[in-house]
């Protein structure tokens, strides 16, 4: 294999383009001897939560974290069914157990990637006879890729049937459903600032938003320990803070997230143009802005065009080899909604992920569309 020249994230990159900032936030929270949930923490959540256009934003320790204390802020756990979907990252699904809840796993759509609104319906209509014995709470939408869910749709069905509407926006920083970000539509949102996210954090981070101030103070508390007042637990909560460090870098990089967000669309964009007609490439719903946190495409010879890429020395990535309901984990004990997963099982077989940051120069992404295309053109094919 080539060393590779074009990897598919350049995780430094954002610090040598903020080094300064960066460093100085940094020797500020060293300087203070405040590390865990102070003004840095507070700072940044007022940010962001202007920057979103919630009320509310509780900081926590990372995005598994997040999902798991919407869910549990909101009353959600034991004894309670939340829809979501088996195509995405296990933490999703891992973070409904860790609440108590169990997930229904909904087949999602072929061409967005995200949950199908008609099986997710018609699980909703005959869940008696999917999980009997469970109550259905909520549907946590995960925004895959950084293509928003049909919000709409989801908000109406939530509201015919009593459930609750959280988001997954752990891909989903910038991404934008009509005239609103993703993450202000439901009861909760969910955020990673995982390193390779939009919004990078330089460890672990996350935070969840709310438009409730009740559910958001129930967040806070259980966020540490379910303190209502130092060292008494008024409810049982989870070690989950967000440190000072990540705080304050996550405010230095927040103000460039719109910019760098514009840079992923163009540099999709770009993309989209010279690989049309080649290979599948990410559809964007009428109506919606795609937050380009990955650049997927699409082919029964995923493989082959892999092995050929790094060859090249351009890294890729698979997102996501394996779907959770057949995951050593999850097989065989977690349910299913209607319709079965035939789509999930067959994008894990299909999906590659190409190089995708808002630091990849133009001649990169011209470089990996001649990559494709010859790799087209060698297999005496187009797709």
């Not at 994230?9 to 040598?16: F, G, K, N, P």
């Not at 101030?213 to 637990?233: D, F, I, N």
Request: glycine content about 10%; charged content about 20%.
């Amino acid at each position: 294999m080539s060393e590779i020249s074009i990897p598919i994230v350049d995780l430094a990159a954002s610090y040598r383009r903020y080094r300064h900032d960066i460093d100085a936030c940094v020797a500020r929270v060293l300087e203070s001897g405040w590390y865990i949930l102070g003004s840095e923490v507070t700072r940044f959540e007022q940010a962001f939560a202007a920057w979103l256009g919630v009320k509310h934003v509780v900081g926590v320790a990372n995005g598994t974290d997040a999902v798991n204390l919407a869910l549990r802020s909101l009353g959600i756990g034991a004894g309670d069914a939340v829809f979501t979907v088996s195509h995405t990252a296990v933490a999703s699904v891992a973070a409904v157990e860790l609440a108590g809840a169990t997930p229904v796993l909904v087949d999602v759509d072929a061409s967005t990637r995200n949950i199908d609104l008609n099986k997710l319906a018609e699980s909703v209509r005959g869940f008696p006879r999917i999980a009997g014995g469970l109550v259905p709470r909520a549907v946590l939408a995960v925004h895959l890729y950084g293509h928003s869910c049909d919000l709409s749709a989801l908000q109406k069905l939530c509201l015919e049937n009593d459930l609750e509407l959280i988001e997954d926006c752990a891909q989903a920083h910038g991404t934008w459903f009509g005239t609103a970000r993703a993450g202000t539509f439901g009861s909760a949102a969910a955020f990673s600032f995982y390193p390779t996210k939009n919004l990078g954090a330089f460890g672990d981070a996350g935070a969840v938003a709310f438009p409730d101030p009740a559910a958001a103070m129930r967040c806070r508390a259980l966020r540490e320990y379910g303190w209502t007042s130092r060292y008494v637990s008024e409810y049982t909560g989870i070690n989950s803070r967000l440190d000072e460090i990540q705080a304050a870098i996550l405010g230095v990089k927040l103000p460039h997230l719109d910019a760098e967000v514009a840079v992923r669309q163009a540099l999709a964009h770009r993309y989209t143009l010279g690989l049309s007609g080649i290979i599948e490439t990410p559809v964007v719903s009428p109506g919606t802005a795609h937050g380009y946190h990955l650049y997927v495409v699409r082919t029964a010879f995923r493989d082959s065009l892999r092995a050929t890429l790094e060859n090249s020395g351009i890294g890729t990535g698979i997102h996501y080899p394996v779907p959770v309901h057949l995951q050593p984990a999850y097989r065989g004990r977690v349910p299913s909604g209607a319709g079965g997963l035939a789509v999930s099982e067959t994008l894990a077989r299909e999906v590659l992920s190409l190089p995708m940051h808002a630091f990849l120069s133009t001649q990169d992404v011209d470089r990996v569309v001649g990559a494709v295309t010859n790799w087209t053109r060698g297999r005496g094919r187009r797709e």
